[in-house]
């Protein structure tokens, strides 16, 4: 009793990288509580999904499998879940900061009558000390998150009530298949129980889903040229690179207006928001404008001849040179180094 | 011919996040709301522009802005009301100082049971805190059905919308009935500029507490004569609500640490476009995992 759950987010029966990755997580801290890792499997025609859980370290796999569960719906989603988690009485919750995740986590906190923590960028075990009860905690779940626009981190604890709720975002946290598979064991969740006929009250009427075309979104690396690349035929090195690395290819809007790329790819203000795990800004200069779309990428190397570039400002390394010439030369050491 | 609906817009003034001074935190944690400048929460116009929408295609209706904070607030009603809404509630009481997203909501849901309304209207989230909770907590503690990241009413029915809702990738329409919470995208129509004509009917309009601080005033004057001018304000005794779930009481999640990042300036290390940096540095990046 008292384990850790992970809520599986399935996009057309795929399981959510953001899953897999809170599984890896998941599995780190309950090693250190010395409890098991349960994920918790909401949707339609879902059998077998649990060979893929089991290998990211989920002890248990519980399932609700139903037509009423897909597409997804809040009220059922939440009723299901909510009437799991009374009966087991997890310690933590976890789930993706996805449209889903952001959906139905605050509407089970709200049922719960307990905390959540959203988007998430860490998550720890620890003790804490209330500052004016002096009341001493063993083993919370610490929730770490960037607040008020990026500019502090929190730390938030939730020592009174269970479980811990937190969401994190998409590619946040690294996502590793457990050193040896766990049992991942099948539990049907008692569902009917859970469900009122008023849970089915929302009906939807339409959907229309849009072709994956570029995604610069999710990417965990992103290669991202500015006006400095100079041409259209020099930002193909970027996109050398981010082959390479696996990444995508964002632009600031000074190279989308000068026709260096798609508009599909413009990071900032008028263009996305992203926050990748690495992200490598190739001659851009650092204008607010496309700061905002990318600074809270987690780590951040701005290439640009310029040595007062205001990106270096917010840049983990600064490289100074001729983006010609440096960026080869990744696309040389990274080969020779990743073997 | 639709009804009329009573539709209330959750709204909150929040700080200019891209203006932070170096008072914005407590030393308890909390916001220091004082310190910053404030303005209209710029989802929340999305989802007033939805509102005033809705309020078009179904004659009879009246749009209200029910916001919870400290007196200024009462100036994002102000600015509804310049763009087409009908008036406001500022709920405001110190008991009500440090909640968190399960205690905003408590509050906000006990005021809406007050208040009443067929549809309530919220932007998807707020960017002091961008948690996104607060719509669909009040919507559970309400008991109501919830519809999230809006874009649209597509068609007002008897005893249900149809609402269109933007998806990670694509659009859903769903039939929704009423009464119900709805939270606004970005992504939705933008809001309607200030109307000179309604700037002139409601720039007096005002909460008591500004009327109690200059009764003799010739606004003051004019609101107690015109009650359209009257902000209604509400405080923790005038909703019926369990004290205990207020505030910093009735909030379950407690900040242990603050770290602030501004004021912090990250020292970018220094590297030359040499081939042994560019080694190392990639080196770096294999063995941290951030490649690879």
């Known amino acids: 009793m008292n384990n850790i759950f992970v809520y599986i987010e399935l996009e057309e029966g795929v399981i959510a990288d953001v899953s897999l990755e809170l599984l890896t997580k998941g ?51 939440t009723s299901t879940l909510c009437g799991l988690i009374r009966a087991e009485q997890p310690q933590i919750v976890l789930f993706g900061a996805t449209p889903v995740g952001r959906d139905f986590a605050p509407r089970v906190s709200s049922a719960l009558h307990s905390g959540l923590t959203a988007d998430c960028t860490q998550l720890e075990i620890g003790p804490h000390k209330d500052a004016k009860t002096s009341k001493e905690y063993e083993n919370l779940l610490y929730q770490i998150r960037p607040a008020f626009g990026g ?41 009917r129980e859970y469900i009122s006929e008023a849970d089915l009250a929302v009906t939807i009427i339409d959907r229309q889903i849009e072709e994956r075309k570029i995604n610069i979104k999710g990417a965990g690396v992103i290669v991202a040229g500015g006006y400095g690349m100079g041409s259209k035929e020099n930002f193909k090195l970027c996109f050398d690179l981010a082959e390479v690395l696996g990444g995508q290819v964002g632009a600031s809007r000074a190279a989308v207006d000068a026709g260096f790329c798609e508009h599909e790819r413009q990071i900032g203000q008028t263009g996305v928001t992203v926050r990748p795990k690495l992200y490598i800004a190739c001659g851009i200069s650092g204008q607010i404008q496309h700061t905002a779309g990318m600074d809270e990428s987690a780590m951040i190397i701005a290439i640009n001849n310029d040595p007062e570039a205001p990106i270096n400002k917010i840049a983990d390394y600064a490289i100074t040179g001729d983006v010609n010439d440096i960026i080869p030369k990744m696309i040389k050491y990274y080969k020779q180094n990743s073997k | 011919m639709n009804k009329a609906l009573k539709i209330v817009v959750l709204a909150k003034q929040v700080p200019d996040t891209r203006n932070v001074g170096k008072d914005a935190m407590t030393p308890e944690g909390t916001v220091n709301r004082a310190a910053l400048p404030a303005i209209f929460n710029p989802e929340d116009l999305n989802a007033l522009e939805l509102a005033l929408r809705l309020k078009e295609e179904c004659a009879g209706s009246t749009v209200h802005i029910l916001t919870m904070g400290p007196f200024r ?24 100082a440090g909640s968190d997203t399960l205690a905003t909501s408590y509050a906000l849901s006990c005021a809406l ?100 601080a200059d009764p003799e005033s010739l606004a003051a004057k004019m609101v107690s004569e015109r009650d359209y001018l009257k902000i209604v304000e509400l405080t923790a005794a005038d909703i019926v609500c369990d004290e205990q779930q207020l505030g910093l009481t009735g909030s379950p999640t407690k900040v242990k640490k603050i770290e602030n990042v501004v004021f912090q300036a990250k020292e970018a290390k220094r590297l030359s ?16 995992h951030t490649l690879g």
Not at chain 1, 35 to 55: D, Q, R, S
Not at chain 2, 90 to 96: A, E, G, I
Not at chain 2, 146 to 164: D, H, N
């Open chain 2, 113 to 212: 049971r007050k208040i009443g309304a067929d549809v309530i209207i919220a932007g998807r989230q707020a960017i002091d805190g961008d948690t996104a909770q607060v719509g669909p907590q009040v919507a559970e503690k309400l008991g109501l059905p919830q519809v999230t990241y809006a874009e649209c009413v597509e068609q007002v029915k008897e005893s249900s919308l149809i609402i269109r809702r933007r998806l990670e990738r694509g659009v859903e329409s769903v039939e929704c009935p009423i009464p119900a919470v709805i939270t606004v995208n970005s992504s939705a129509p933008e809001v309607r500029p200030q109307n000179a004509r309604l700037v002139m009917k409601y720039k007096y309009a005002m909460i008591p507490t500004e009327i109690a």
């Open chain 1, 151 to 191: 500019n502090i981190i929190a730390t938030i604890v939730n020592p009174d009530c269970r479980p811990q709720m937190a969401t994190v975002r998409e590619g946040v946290m690294r996502k590793q298949e457990a050193a040896t598979p766990a049992a991942g064991e099948v539990k049907a969740i008692a569902w």
């Open chain 1, 27 to 77: 599995r780190e801290l309950a090693d250190k509580l010395g409890v098991k890792l349960e994920a918790v499997v909401i949707g339609h025609n879902v059998a077998g999904v649990e060979v893929e859980l089991a290998k990211y370290g989920a002890d248990t796999v519980w399932v609700a499998d139903d037509a009423i569960f897909a597409p997804f719906r809040t009220l059922p989603h």
């Open chain 2, 273 to 288: 476009a040499s081939d042994e940096d560019i080694n190392e540095l990639m080196v770096e990046l294999i063995a941290s």
């Open chain 2, 73 to 96: 607030a009462a100036d994002i009603i102000r600015d509804a009301m310049f763009r087409g809404a009908d008036g406001g509630y500022l709920l405001t009481d110190r008991k009500f």
